[in-house]
């Protein structure tokens, strides 16, 4: 083996099941290879780990444990424990594990680059499978990518990510990489309809530009005037095609459109069904996405809403506050908002008090804000998504970590 190639591997060895698992996540069909590197990249942090690392970041661990906590006690009163325990091992576990690993891992610029440099490839990766699919009609044009919707909820945390690629120089020819990943998002995010996704980048790009711009010391109402044109720009033209797109006539006036989506609008009447729900059973149904409507319309204990039909669509919250208070009732909400809230402020505070570094808490808050927007009118939060959702956090934090201690040794 020549001795680069050899040197490569003493370095990265440690890395590959977690490259690995970054790789194949937004893929179907790869559940098992995904748990089976998670778990393999536990085995490897658990001697060199530093376990007080975890004291740096005390109210996002609360945070995840509360999460945890109260969804494994859930399946005490689970209507439905079978699925609230398959739910529990699938998300739960899986999801405090790929945090944990993540973190410990992320905590060098080797380890960082390298993670950053397989997500990137992977999301080159679906946009040549939705390239190769181009034009099929066939509802399983998206089944490589788990299905439309989840591929929305992916291109939300590409849209955060780009920033990395962008003003960070991570590998080589990283701009135009972050370009190319720009250019993909818009372009699949309209192919798929996916008019949250389009409308997050568009603020994303808004939120991004500003605290850059402030932190820099390079604000202006210039800049600012021609950031918030361009963002408003993009999330505009594609958000107007998809409200547009949905609507029961195509000539309907601005004040029709607004009457149809505050008061008819079929997520309007699912909120308010799930709401009574939530008042109904202020315990939750159990944790599990797919308790709840088992519980309500495939046990034949209830009737089915005439808006409903049974069909899956109609069958969930398609509102992530909304879904907790339906699985883990009054608590859950309380749960998940200060989930998000304790993630999104622990990377404020990276980026306040860290001089230099800002690229990583950035793109932190990107993550989360574009997660949690995302899914107010959806609910793809689950199975794998939240994994690779809470490995894409602990990655953030651990580098964050590494990166605050740096600039304190330097003082």
């Given at each position: 083996m020549p001795?680069?190639?050899?040197?490569?591997?003493?370095?990265?060895?440690?890395?590959?099941?977690?490259?690995?698992?970054?790789?194949?996540?937004?893929?179907?069909?790869?559940?098992?290879?995904?748990?089976?590197?998670?778990?393999?990249?536990?085995?490897?942090?658990?001697?060199?780990?530093?376990?007080?690392?975890?004291?740096?970041?005390?109210?996002?661990?609360?945070?995840?444990?509360?999460?945890?906590?109260?969804?494994?006690?859930?399946?005490?009163?689970?209507?439905?424990?079978?699925?609230?325990?398959?739910?529990?091992?699938?998300e739960v576990f899986f999801s405090v594990l790929a945090f944990i690993v993540f973190f410990f891992l992320s905590q060098n610029h080797r380890a960082w680059h390298f993670f950053i440099v397989s997500i990137f490839i992977s999301i080159l990766l679906t946009f040549c499978v939705t390239l190769f699919n181009y034009g099929n009609v066939d509802p399983t044009r998206w089944s490589m990518l788990h299905d439309y919707g989840f591929y929305g909820s992916f291109l939300s945390i590409a849209s955060a990510l780009v920033i990395i690629p962008l003003l960070g120089q991570v590998f080589p020819l990283s701009k135009i990489v972050g370009v190319v990943i720009i250019a993909g998002i818009i372009f699949f995010g309209y192919d798929n309809n996916s008019r949250m996704a389009i409308l997050g980048f568009g603020l994303v790009t808004l939120f991004y530009s500003i605290l850059y711009l402030y932190r820099r010391q390079q604000f202006s109402l210039v800049k600012t005037a021609i950031i918030i044109v361009l963002s408003l720009t993009i999330a505009g033209m594609f958000g107007i095609k998809g409200i547009k797109n949905k609507l029961p006539e195509p000539d309907m006036s601005w004040k029709e459109i607004a009457t149809y989506y505050s008061h008819d609008e079929p997520r309007v009447k699912i909120w308010r069904y799930w709401v009574t729900k939530i008042i109904e059973k202020p315990e939750g149904t159990g944790y599990g996405w797919k308790v709840a409507p088992k519980h309500y319309f495939r046990s034949g204990k209830y009737e089915v809403p005439d808006w409903q039909h049974n069909a899956l669509m109609y069958s969930h919250t398609h509102n992530l506050i909304l879904d907790y208070g339906v699985q883990l009732g009054y608590l859950g909400i309380v749960i998940i908002l200060f989930l998000f809230g304790t993630i999104f402020l622990t990377f404020w505070r990276f980026y306040i008090n860290n001089s230099s570094q800002i690229i990583a808490p950035l793109a932190g808050m990107g993550v989360t804000l574009l997660i949690f927007m995302k899914n107010q009118t959806d609910m793809f939060w689950v199975g794998h998504h939240i994994v690779y959702f809470f490995a894409i956090i602990g990655m953030i934090l651990g580098y964050c970590v590494h990166e605050f201690e740096q600039l304190d040794s330097n003082d």
């Open positions: 001795l680069q190639l050899s040197v490569f591997f003493q370095k990265y060895l440690y890395l590959f099941s977690a490259f690995i698992f970054l790789l194949l996540s937004p893929f179907s069909h790869t559940r098992v290879g995904t748990w089976f590197c998670l778990i393999v990249s536990f085995l490897v942090i658990i001697k060199r780990a530093d376990w007080h690392q975890l004291k740096k970041i005390p109210w996002v661990v609360s945070a995840i444990m509360l999460w945890a906590l109260l969804s494994l006690l859930s399946i005490s009163w689970s209507a439905y424990p079978d699925i609230t325990s398959s739910a529990l091992r699938n």
